[in-house]
């Protein structure tokens, strides 16, 4: 049983000795990578237009916006009061959506991507307008809502949306103006 034991904690100080040894290699490779990475990104980014790398950039926005809190309200303990963040409960739609759009047209783009876009992009100001009018069956519904106040997140995300609604639909006119003219 001892022997077992002691071949079991020998063969852990090998494995462990030899990782620590593929850790520089590792490293190596993983920086090779990122440049490789970041090189393609590089080149990728410099072949678009400028209405092309703004709706980039607002899909971005949109898709970190959608993650933040958007609503805060303030709850008592004890005459401890505590401030509590809250996203939205159809969250996960801005979410999906969102992280949907920015792969599919921030990386590509076809006939199906722009009904896509504009359809999802449309459901998103469709949904967000609804909670603007109707907050407790759309953003929260076990809080009073007088006692909650909305967040930054949330004017950004309208924000990133209109303006990626705007620059995505610059992009493709521009997209189609470049295809006429090379007909």
Known sequence: ?????VNLFTEIFLFLKETVKLIPDLIKVWWFLGQKILLSVSKYWNTKLLFDKLFFIFLFLQLLFSVFPWFRYEIAFFEIKESVSL????NSIFILISLL?????????????RVWFFATEMICIL???WGYLDPKRTYYDF?????????????????????AFL?????????????????
């Not at 909305?150 to 309208?158: G, K, R, V």
């Open 167 to 183: 620059f995505g639909y610059l992009s493709f006119q521009k997209e189609d103006e470049v295809y006429l003219q090379t007909r």
């Open 87 to 90: 996203s939205p409960k159809l």
């Open 101 to 113: 759009n920015f792969f599919f047209l921030g990386f590509w783009k076809s006939a199906w991507t």
């Open 143 to 163: 809080v009073n809502g007088n006692e909650v106040s909305t967040e930054i997140p949330f004017y950004l995300f309208l924000v990133s949306l209109s303006f």
């Open 1 to 5: 049983m001892t022997t077992s034991i």
């Open 127 to 129: 949904v967000v307008l």
